[in-house]
């Protein structure tokens, strides 16, 4: 456990800004400045050891004389001259020198002008250029902020007033409002512009859906406009949801240890699962019906769903019902094409047997059974008490979908 909180202390990136002010960060910094400091200090000032000075001792005696005896420095005799020439031609050179230097200096001065004000006219104008470029070009103005933020809000009154057309059935105005929305949605834009899209895309279809429909709640038989998705992405897109995402894995795990709870002392088992679409469900269940004390029972399942899904159910179940055997456990499969309605839910039509303890599965389906009223989920609801399950399991998303009206659903 120490060895993994080291390997990850290390790991760790220090310069997080939640990190980077704190008290042990500011002294672990001092602490490193300071290093840094007497390492450059030692640079600078190296030892005996490593540099001696090439000089002999009288003319290191001079060179320190000449800071600090400036007045005994230099003798001057009695007639007034310096005794030391060496030091009096050393003058008279440094004399010239600097004087050439400033002739030279005003010489540049009269054929090229003053060049201080150029330079400080050019800093100058870099400077301001600087500005102009953090003020336009980098940092977003308070101005330009507080017009996305605008828009943004704009767009948000637009789906909710194009909902409310839609849900007072006012085609014209809702036709209005999306084009509306469409001219600020973007699918490649901001997280808001990209999430107007698919609000708008579904306005769209329900729009479809709404200039299609009879008088009495019918819809015609017109083509309607909405984009096809093809079996294979769908169920492509769910699997990458699925391995993302806890969610649906969760439910899987919920509802299977809830039958599983139930079903203890129960030796025959019978699962219906409405809508089934995949078999990602039933391999961990099994499992754990398997590795039960009083030992496993046999398990029949009846898959409710529609052709589309008949070639994957089928080659899904086949690989489930031989782990199935290989743990000791009897297993049967059978898949039921029709469309779940209140005939369908029968003992003659699910093919119920005595002994067995029934369980209905139901994994993001009930909510299909929800329109503009709630009779049609309530007549499933009554036909699936009637078959008098041991158990009903029920994996929903967090919507409102019992809503009677779309403006609020929305």
């Known amino acids: 456990m120490a060895r993994f909180n080291g390997l990850l202390y290390e790991s760790f990136n220090h310069d997080f800004a939640i990190r980077r002010f704190c008290t042990e960060r500011v002294e672990l910094e001092q602490v490193e400045l300071e290093e840094t400091m007497n390492c450059d200090i030692d640079s600078c000032c190296p030892d005996d050891e490593t540099s001696t000075p090439h000089l002999a001792a009288s003319e290191v005696q001079d060179f320190v004389d000449s800071f600090f005896n400036m007045e005994n420095n230099v003798d001057v ?95 014209h105005l809702a036709t209005s409002m999306l084009t509306q929305i469409w001219a600020s949605a973007n699918p490649l834009g901001d997280s808001l ?35 096809s998705i093809a079996r294979e992405e769908k169920t492509e897109a769910f699997q990458l949801l699925n391995q993302t995402t806890p969610y649906i894995a969760f439910g899987f795990m919920a509802s299977n240890e809830a039958i599983c709870q139930a079903a203890q002392g129960k030796v025959s088992l019978h699962i219906i699962d409405l809508g089934m679409e995949h078999t990602l469900q039933w391999p961990s269940l ?10 496993p029972p046999t398990l029949r399942i009846t898959a409710l769903t529609s052709d589309e899904h008949l070639v994957e159910l089928e080659a899904g179940m086949k690989s489930v019902i031989e782990d199935a055997c290989s743990l000791g456990i009897l297993m049967e499969f059978h898949i039921i094409t029709e469309p779940v309605t209140p005939s369908l839910l029968t003992p003659e039509n699910l093919n119920l047997r005595e002994g067995e303890s029934l369980y209905i599965n139901s994994v993001m389906h009930l909510h299909k059974y929800v329109k503009e009223s709630r009779g049609s989920l309530k007549e499933i609801l009554q036909a699936i008490k009637k078959l008098s399950p041991a158990l009903l399991t029920v994996v929903e998303q967090d919507a409102n979908h019992n809503g009677p009206f779309f403006f609020g659903r929305f």
Not at 100 to 109: A, G, H, L, Q, R
Not at 286 to 295: D, Q, V, Y
């Open 77 to 171: 005799d009695d007639d007034g001259d310096y005794k030391d020439d060496h030091h009096n031609s050393k003058r008279q050179e440094n004399s010239h020198c600097f004087q050439d230097e400033i002739d030279t200096f005003s010489i540049v001065n009269a054929d090229l002008g003053d060049a201080s004000p150029m330079i400080e006219g050019d800093e100058l104008e870099r400077s301001g250029s600087c500005e102009d470029l953090g003020a336009h070009g980098i940092v977003p103005s308070i101005e330009e902020a507080s017009h996305g933020v605008d828009q943004g809000l704009h767009l948000v009154h637009l789906l909710l007033a194009c909902a409310e057309a839609v849900g007072c059935r006012d085609l």
């Open 193 to 227: 512009q990209r999430v107007s899209y698919c609000f708008a895309a579904g306005l769209k279809s329900k729009l479809s859906l709404l200039q299609n429909m009879n008088g009495n709640g019918t819809i015609t038989n017109c083509v309607v406009d909405v984009p």
């Open 286 to 295: 099994i499992r754990t019906l398997a590795s039960r004390p009083e030992g």
